[in-house]
């Protein structure tokens, strides 16, 4: 898969104007470098991913003021009985996300595709939690995230994660430029409420994954250490 599709498809149907197809398109690197940098990092291969050209906005629900921007989302796929997770990568993310900040979402991103993995394989997908606020999803979404510094053996890696995810991602700069850059822009937006962002797949469709018995085993390990280091933060 073409991780630029949806991008390119947008500007030749002229939805995204050229400045800002040059600018994605020239810093798109820097997302590929931190894709690479996080497989290397993990020992783990990161998921498909691909550049969304929109700006992706979430509430609480549909009549809501208060809403969150999503630079990236894990999302599950069945396809023709196949299960695969994609990463979807906002466009806005690519423009404007300075180095550090576009990995540490993508390094964030990846705990969450572990974290599915991790779930599909204990089939405690039938009924995820739904957060009826942004405060209560960021709080609920840091509590069940593998440890980043068992995952990752980067040093500056980590650090980006940590100073930019103490409680929840915020980049101030980066959402202002988001607002100024695309959003006042009239640039493609999508809409999403919290409880659509929460993952549902059947029993049926659960017990059709097949999952490498060697990740698996990796993904366990990596369970245990992070459960040893929370533990160790309580006392």
């Not at 779930?119 to 942004?134: A, T, V």
């Not at 069940?144 to 980049?171: Q, S």
């Not at 100024?180 to 929460?198: E, M």
Request: proline residues 5%.
């Amino acid at each position: 898969m073409d991780p630029l599709v949806r991008l390119k498809d947008a500007y030749q149907k002229g939805v995204i104007p050229q400045d800002v197809y040059d600018l994605t398109i020239e810093r798109f690197p820097i997302t590929v470098a931190g894709i690479n940098r996080i497989e290397k990092a993990s020992g783990i291969r990161y998921p498909v991913a691909y550049v969304e050209p929109s700006l992706v906005l979430s509430s609480s629900n549909a009549n809501s003021y208060e809403f969150g921007i999503l630079f990236a989302r894990t999302i599950p796929v069945m396809f023709e009985e196949r299960f695969q997770v994609v990463i979807q990568i906002s466009a806005p993310l690519v423009a404007y996300g300075l180095k550090g900040t576009i990995h540490a979402i993508l390094a964030h991103e990846f705990l969450h595709f572990l974290e599915l993995i991790r779930k599909i394989s204990k089939m405690e997908l039938l009924s995820d939690e739904i957060s009826g606020n942004l405060f209560e999803n960021v709080y609920s979404d840091e509590t069940r995230l593998f440890e980043p510094r068992v995952v990752f053996k980067d040093r500056t890696l980590l650090d980006h994660i940590t100073k930019r995810f103490p409680a929840g991602f915020r980049d101030y700069k980066l959402e202002d430029k988001a607002m100024k850059f695309w959003s006042d822009k009239n640039l493609p937006k999508t809409n999403i409420t919290l409880d659509s962002n929460t993952v549902k797949l059947s029993a049926e469709s659960l017990s059709k994954i097949k999952i490498d018995p060697n990740f698996l085993t990796k993904i366990d390990e990596l369970e245990e250490k992070s459960s040893k280091v929370r533990k160790k933060k309580l006392y």
